[in-house]
């Protein structure tokens, strides 16, 4: 049985950094593709960033320039380190990852950026 469990998020003020970190565990053979995706209340769950198992990495345009997902294949696990955080970042932030050629996200950790 494989799972993500998530960890990291909470509150944090405006312009303030937060780090989230996702690890997976289980009968892992081969993990692919790795993300982050976001919900915001009433609205649908978006890509943030994706990296690939060799390092290659896309964001969308809103989390350019502020936001950088890694990886560590050693020890199974995606990073998001996020900065110069806005009130817009505000959501629910799921991993997800190909692990044995499928798709599993993790249960979320609620990211509020405010004031």
């Known amino acids: 049985q494989v799972q993500l469990v998530e960890s990291g998020g909470g509150l944090v003020q405006p312009g303030g950094s937060l780090r989230l970190s996702c690890a997976a565990s289980?009968?892992?053979?081969?993990?692919?593709?790795m993300g982050w995706y976001r919900q915001a209340l009433g609205k649908q769950r978006d890509l943030v960033a994706r990296?690939?198992?060799?390092?290659?990495?896309n964001y969308a345009d809103s989390v350019k320039g502020r936001f950088t997902i890694t990886r560590d294949n050693a020890k199974n696990t995606v990073y998001l380190q996020m900065n110069s955080l806005k009130p817009d970042d505000t959501a629910v932030y799921y991993c997800?990852?190909?692990?044995?050629?499928?798709?599993?996200w993790g249960e979320g950790t609620l990211v509020t950026v405010s004031s």
């Open positions: 997800n990852a190909v692990i044995n050629d499928m798709v599993y």
């Open positions: 289980g009968s892992i053979f081969s993990i692919n593709g």
């Open positions: 990296i690939t198992r060799g390092g290659s990495t």
